[in-house]
């Protein structure tokens, strides 16, 4: 990611196989609550939360989309500009003195007990000297 620029990014959900995941049973046009995905500085309890997602249908709002037709299984991740300009540096150092984090991205049913992980590692944001 790049502070300061639109990250706009389609992923693609396949199944052991390689075929796409059908996730018509996630998907917030259906019975599902849709997509979330939060950024932390540390995956333990001690890492501050940098960023939290939450499943959106408007085209452009900041947030996680179920692709659809959710038969597809494909996921959009989209954060505007400003929010990641403020996760960025000032001053020549990082915010919250450190530039890296870690990540997941997690589709919900229906219900609570019905959330699938799918995706999950380490991100870093490019700071941003144009600004």
Do not use: W
């Amino acid at each position: 990611m790049e502070a300061g620029a639109t990250y706009d990014v389609t992923i693609p959900i396949v199944d052991k196989n390689g075929d796409p995941l059908d996730l018509t049973d996630y998907d917030p046009n259906g019975t599902g609550t849709g997509g979330r995905m939060k950024l932390r500085e540390e995956i333990d309890e001690l890492g501050a939360e940098l960023l939290s997602l939450t499943p959106q249908l408007t085209p452009l709002v900041e947030g996680i989309y179920i692709v659809e037709p959710p038969t597809l299984g494909k996921v959009r991740i989209f954060i505007d500009p400003a929010t990641l300009a403020a996760l960025s540096f000032t001053g020549g150092a990082p915010l919250p003195d450190q530039r890296a984090g870690v990540f997941d991205l997690e589709v919900e049913g229906a219900t609570a007990i019905d959330v699938l992980r799918l995706l999950e590692g380490p991100f870093e944001i490019d700071p941003e000297a144009t600004r």
